[in-house]
Nanobody, 122 residues
């Protein structure tokens, strides 16, 4: 069973940067996809980015393209979300999730971390 632990959230001013980390433990498959979702107060959870654990494939949602970048580091079993040019509308609780095969739908992910808060002040 894969387990996920997020870290790296915090408070940042608009235009600033943060890097979120998702430490992955347990038995993984090359075709596992690790994804980041976010949920703002009063809104539905939305897809942010995903990356194939075995490498080669990644996807970013339109609102974050060019500003956010998902990556992974095999040496420490960690998935990162580098967030640049942050905007107040990026304020949300960010979750790491895992599933076999790609999806941008949160209900299709069966493994979740506990989440980390990102707050962007204007």
């Amino acid at each position: 069973q894969v387990q996920l632990v997020e870290s790296g959230g915090g408070l940042v001013q608009a235009g600033g940067s943060l890097r979120l980390s998702c430490t992955v433990s347990g038995r993984t498959d090359r075709n596992n996809y690790m994804a980041w979702f976010r949920q703002a107060p009063g809104k539905e959870r939305e897809f942010v980015a995903a990356i194939r654990w075995g490498g080669g494939l990644r996807s970013h949602a339109e609102p974050v393209k060019g500003r956010f970048a998902i990556s992974r580091d095999d040496s420490n079993d960690t998935v990162y979300l580098q967030m640049n040019s942050l905007k107040p509308e990026d304020t949300a609780f960010y979750y790491c999730a895992a599933r076999l095969g790609f999806s941008d739908r949160d209900r299709e992910y069966d493994i979740w971390g506990q989440g980390t808060q990102v707050t962007v002040s204007s």
